[in-house]
């Protein structure tokens, strides 16, 4: 699978520990930033992801700032992103289980680095079940906004 990544300067070193995760899984990462510790603002590497997303179909993204909150803010900002913050497997599973999550999202500041690979794999391992979630997800997205 096609996994964008991104990060501000408080995600960077948990996004690298992630994207070698997810070469060691079989994945395809591919780095959208921050590539340093330097100070970024963390909205512009979250709509990045999300655009990534949207225009590559049967991708998903792993967003991380320091909490993790802003940057999915700012990726849910996106129609059809559907961006979940989770610092536990069975959230990220459910996120995709029951949500149709296509962004994963954490807090380097939150979560230590084996329990973010857990929640990566649940994330990653996970498939939308549809029926009556996808009714529920349906619902997510306004009209006219």
Request: aromatic letters at 4%.
């Amino acid at each position: 699978m096609k996994v964008f990544l991104g990060s501000d300067h408080a995600g960077f070193a948990l996004k690298e520990v992630l994207e070698a995760a997810l070469g060691e899984l079989g994945h395809e990462a591919v780095d959208l930033g921050a590539h340093s510790t330097e100070s970024v603002d963390y909205p512009d590497f979250g709509h990045r992801v999300a655009e990534a997303v949207l225009e590559n179909e049967g991708s998903v993204g792993v967003l991380v700032c320091g909490s993790g909150i802003g940057i999915s803010m700012s990726a849910n900002r996106h129609a059809g992103i559907r961006a979940a913050l989770c610092h536990e497997p069975w959230s990220a599973e459910m996120a995709r289980r029951h949500n149709d999550a296509n962004v994963l999202c954490m807090g380097e500041r939150v979560i230590g680095q084996g329990l973010a690979r857990a929640v990566l794999e649940a994330f990653l391992a996970a498939e939308f079940e549809g029926g009556r979630h996808a009714r529920r997800v349906g619902k997510i997205e306004l009209s006219g906004e």
